[in-house]
């Protein structure tokens, strides 16, 4: 269904579209409704006049019975409203009324033109409602007519169902994003702090500096990166002031590598890429051993490739369950399934002193 929900909204997206454009689109519609049920519904036989009356007389109780029940009786009952069964029960009588004065418009227009004279269709069933038109009442035909009228209206109904099921997707979606940015900015926020922090009682005289470099990524995490998208060379920077930041702490017990490599071009989710980087320097500190390092690949040409690999420290290998569980990982997973459902490819490679993260990607 997801899939059908997002061929929709390419096609009728539910953003952008200007109530001009709707009403222009509705009216398209329609017209090719009309056009369809001239060919399907009316027999060769049939005199022109007596075509177009038959297929006005049922596109316009298409449109009315699909307004009415569409935009009046269900948003009634979906939104709890204190007189839905009054509106339902007049709204309901304005359907059968409308039928009932349409269908006599047209048996009238039909034998006051004489439109039946000379024609090979059998008219014998309208010679009885012409003469009495409680018929409709009597015979049972209204039950029929409202069936006939609803079938035909069903393809407008079946595009408004598929465009409500597509939004209840979309809102989904975007509901599940901002829930893990939500997640993501604090999460990412308190790491910083606590980085500031460690120079700050040490009186570095870096400090001054953590401080500026933190006010350049606080800006980019509360303001840029509430946008769906950002230039992959904004992200690169926020990358470089955040690894900058890092090192300030772990000059002399960390070894770090960023490179860069190929045409920065592109758009890219904010945020997407510090996880791995946050993970690399997490794991890489604590009970050292011998050689702690941070390598960081960025390589941009059709495609992205971005590489982390970082060597575990022995208590990152003595706790092996804790090891990327935290909400970081899981979220910036989600993220990808969300952004690049089929575009993107993540490996990763927990060995016993290394952990090394490939991600390739298309860019927007």
């Not at 709707?22 to 049939?46: D, E, G, K, S």
């Not at 569409?70 to 009952?77: D, E, L, M």
């Not at 407008?156 to 209840?168: D, E, G, H, Q």
């Amino acid at each position: 269904m997801e899939k059908i929900a997002e061929l929709f909204l390419k096609i009728y997206p539910l953003e952008g579209v200007s109530a001009k454009k709707r009403v222009l689109l509705h009216c398209v519609f329609w017209l090719m409704m009309f056009i369809f049920l001239w060919r399907a519904l009316m027999t060769p036989l049939a005199p022109t006049s007596y075509k177009f009356i038959t297929t006005s007389y049922l596109i316009i109780l298409d449109i009315i019975f699909f307004y009415v029940i569409t935009y009046r009786i269900i948003p009634a009952w979906t939104q709890h409203r204190k007189h839905r069964y009054i509106s339902t029960i007049l709204h309901t009588f304005t359907l059968i009324t409308s039928l009932f004065i349409i269908f006599y418009i047209r048996i009238q227009y039909i034998f006051d033109n004489d439109i039946h004279k000379d024609s090979k269709v059998d008219f014998s069933y309208m010679i009885l409602f012409y003469n009495d038109y409680t018929f409709l009442f009597k015979s049972g035909s209204i039950y029929r007519a409202i069936l006939e009228i609803f079938l035909t209206a069903l393809p407008a109904f079946s595009i408004k169902l598929t465009r409500s099921l597509a939004k209840n997707i979309s809102k989904k979606k975007q509901i599940e994003i901002d829930y893990l940015r939500a997640q993501i900015n604090p999460h990412f926020l308190t790491n910083t702090l606590n980085n500031i922090y460690s120079l700050s009682v040490t009186d570095d005289k870096r400090n001054s500096d953590a401080i500026l470099s933190l006010s350049s990524l606080l800006d980019y995490v509360l303001y840029e990166s509430n946008q769906p998208t950002i230039s992959l060379e904004r992200e690169v920077c926020f990358l470089s002031n955040f690894i900058e930041l890092e090192k300030m702490r772990n000059t002399k017990r960390l070894q770090v590598n960023f490179e860069v490599e190929g045409d920065i071009h592109g758009n890219i989710p904010p945020m997407i890429l510090i996880t791995f980087v946050e993970n690399a320097f997490k794991h890489s500190i604590g009970d050292l051993y011998a050689d702690c390092f941070i390598k960081i690949l960025l390589k941009v040409d059709d495609k992205l490739y971005f590489e982390v690999e970082n060597s575990k420290s022995d208590l990152t290998i003595n706790n092996q369950r804790k090891i990327f569980g935290g909400i970081g990982l899981a979220n910036v997973k989600n993220r990808l399934v969300n952004f690049f459902p089929n575009t993107h490819s993540l490996q990763i490679e927990n060995q016993k002193h290394l952990f090394i993260a490939k991600l390739q990607l298309t860019l927007t």
